[in-house]
């Protein structure tokens, strides 16, 4: 634990870009028998970018995690690659250079977070501030003006041509007012209550702040057409009240309003409904062929992934332009025709290996509000790769929300770049070995930082 | 590009990712199964070993918290006391409304970890007794310091 390995980590971060370096050249390769030109200064970008994440890491959190920078990195690059792969089919919308730009602009984002926030702590006092600024991020587009619907998912806020999705960065702050809010609180949710059968029952008023983020994930859910978003918040809540009172009650409450809510809003509002509909009957002539909300898209990632077998069909071989959206949403089901199951289950091992890593932090924190913001912030990852993942192999209803870190999308790379900077700095502050005294007599001690 | 060509550049690739994951998990592998010899004497060899910082057999290495909030925390022993209580600059920071800011401290004496209250309002118990003098910990023996409980181990 006491170790800094920074060797490590740079050999680690060397060989993630030599991995998407590889990448490239095998797309190249695949696609006309050339290592594509662009290989060397994408490689050598990527690289640049993340030796700055490297060095700002080294100077501002040397304790901090070394395997965290060189995973992300690779998932990262993996999607960089998958993106201009994309782009060279020709499909609408997919740009390298714009996601290799949002990267770099993510670097930033994670170098700024590290520079100005020295003590993750701080964010302890802010709690509330957090709560309401997630909450005013996460109604921004519902204002006429400046919100707008694009899929039909009323989660984009644009001026001009430029459009963020602030409900990613309001993922980040309200999981920082959930930690701050169950430090506070969480004596009373867990110890308060009846027990009925083998289950500790809460008191009714403590059930005030579940019902409210229940209440809000469903507005979500119904004003903005974006189940993955609200599913990602009522998910991080209940999964952060149960870490901080250990009570399988809050869990089982959480599961029962939750799927409750969604019958009911799938019973009285359409587009919900559709989303349910296109779930369980996916492979149906009248559901594939359907002018609105049809499943073609999903059944064409489908057939992606089962085209791609084992050991899929190469980079640069597949036919990612056969699923629209493949950039985005899809590029779960394009890597997974392209690199197959082994790839598909190498990546997979990649985000495991973050979250492990941010719970990990979470275990080694010394006070309650890093545990569970540490915990929170690695379950939203975990919870998304999982939502996505298990909306494009059809194991859940399909929600668009973005693969992390690997579908073409500037507000979900930025966010999650900062993500991943809270995570390093609260690694650095829980691996630093405590303070060493100067002076031992007495009880007052001189603390050397 | 020949078929066969493309089909090893592939094979390539994904052994090449999954080599990749298995030297993180061999990165980590020291979190998973700890440290085999304690880190800082196996760089020097045993040259000069220093008369009083010898490990001993029997020695505690580390510092468990086993009940309360905090449970499955642990802190490795260095030679540097540890400070428990509310303060934020306590090693061990709690949030325990029985606890004292600066409730009690642990330090090394003599190759034995001492426990001392500092002042508390509620008390620390070393097993089922309160700790009125620094008093020496053994092995394994709960410390209780409001709702959390603390042990030693090897």
Avoid: C
């Amino acid at each position: 634990m006491t170790a800094k390995r920074r060797g490590a980590q740079l050999a680690m971060l060397a060989f993630a870009v030599l991995i998407v370096m590889g990448a490239y050249a095998s797309v190249g390769l695949g696609i006309d028998g050339q290592i594509p030109a662009g290989m060397l200064t994408y490689g050598l970008g990527l690289g640049a970018l993340m030796l700055a994440a490297y060095l700002v890491l080294a100077k501002w959190a040397p304790w901090a995690d070394p395997l965290l920078l060189p995973l992300v990195t690779l998932v990262n690059g993996i999607g960089l690659v998958m993106i201009y792969r994309i782009e060279q089919t020709g499909q609408d919308g997919a740009s390298a250079t714009t996601q290799l730009m949002w990267t770099a602009l993510g670097v930033v984002m994670f170098s700024a977070t590290l520079i100005v926030l020295k003590d993750h702590r701080a964010l302890q006092r802010l709690t509330y501030t957090a709560g309401f600024a997630g909450l005013a991020l996460l109604l921004l587009p519902l204002l006429p003006f400046i919100g707008r619907e694009i899929n039909g998912a009323r989660i984009w806020v644009g001026v001009g041509r430029f459009s963020i999705q602030p409900s990613e960065f309001a993922k980040i702050l309200l999981v920082v007012f959930f930690a701050g809010y169950l430090v506070a609180k969480r004596d009373v949710l867990a110890l308060a209550g009846r027990r009925l059968l083998f289950i500790d029952l809460p008191r009714a008023r403590d059930l005030g702040p579940v019902l409210i983020t229940w209440a809000v994930s469903l507005g979500v859910l119904v004003m903005q057409k974006d189940l993955g978003s609200s599913l990602l918040l009522f998910g991080a809540f209940i999964a952060m009240l149960y870490v901080a009172t250990q009570r399988t009650s809050w869990v089982l409450i959480g599961i029962l309003l939750f799927v409750g809510g969604a019958v009911l809003a799938g019973q009285v509002f359409s587009h919900v409904e559709a989303r349910f509909d296109g779930w369980l009957n996916a492979s149906s002539p009248e559901m594939y062929d359907r002018e609105f909300g049809s499943t073609y898209q999903l059944m064409q990632g489908l057939f992606a992934i089962g085209s791609g077998g084992i050991l899929g069909t190469g980079l640069g071989q597949g036919h990612p332009r056969q699923i629209p959206l493949s950039f985005s949403d899809f590029i779960f089901s394009a890597t997974g025709e392209e690199l197959g199951l082994t790839g598909l289950m190498a990546i997979l091992m990649v985000y495991a290996l973050i979250v492990e890593r941010g719970l990990r932090t979470s275990l080694a924190a010394r006070d309650p509000f890093s545990k569970l913001l540490a915990g929170g912030l690695s379950f939203i990852l975990a919870w998304q790769v999982f939502i996505i993942v298990g909306g494009v192999t059809r194991l859940i209803p399909l929600t668009g929300l973005v693969t992390p870190f690997m579908s073409a999308g500037g507000s979900a790379l930025l966010a999650n770049w900062m993500l991943i900077a809270l995570l390093v700095r609260m690694s650095d502050a829980a691996r630093k070995p405590p303070p060493q005294a100067i002076q031992d007599e007495g009880l007052t001690q001189v603390m050397q930082r | 590009m020949s078929e066969l060509t493309l089909l090893l550049i592939r094979l390539a690739f994904l052994a090449l990712l999954w080599f990749f994951v298995i030297a993180a998990v061999g990165v980590i592998r020291t979190d998973l199964f700890g440290p085999r010899t304690a880190p800082a004497p196996a760089r020097k060899p045993a040259k000069a070993p220093k008369p009083v910082s010898k490990p001993k057999r029997g020695e505690p290495r580390q510092m468990v918290v086993t009940g309360g909030p905090l449970q499955g925390t642990v802190i490795n022993l260095t030679e540097t006391p540890i400070t428990i209580g509310r303060a934020t600059d306590a090693t061990l920071v709690l949030t325990d409304d029985y606890a004292s800011s600066r409730h009690a401290r642990l330090f090394p004496q003599d190759g034995q970890w001492i426990v001392e209250d500092l002042g508390s309002t509620n008390g620390t118990y070393l097993d089922r007794s309160k700790v009125t003098r620094p008093t020496p910990v053994p092995l394994g023996v709960p410390i209780r310091i409001g709702k959390t409980v603390i042990e030693l181990r090897k």
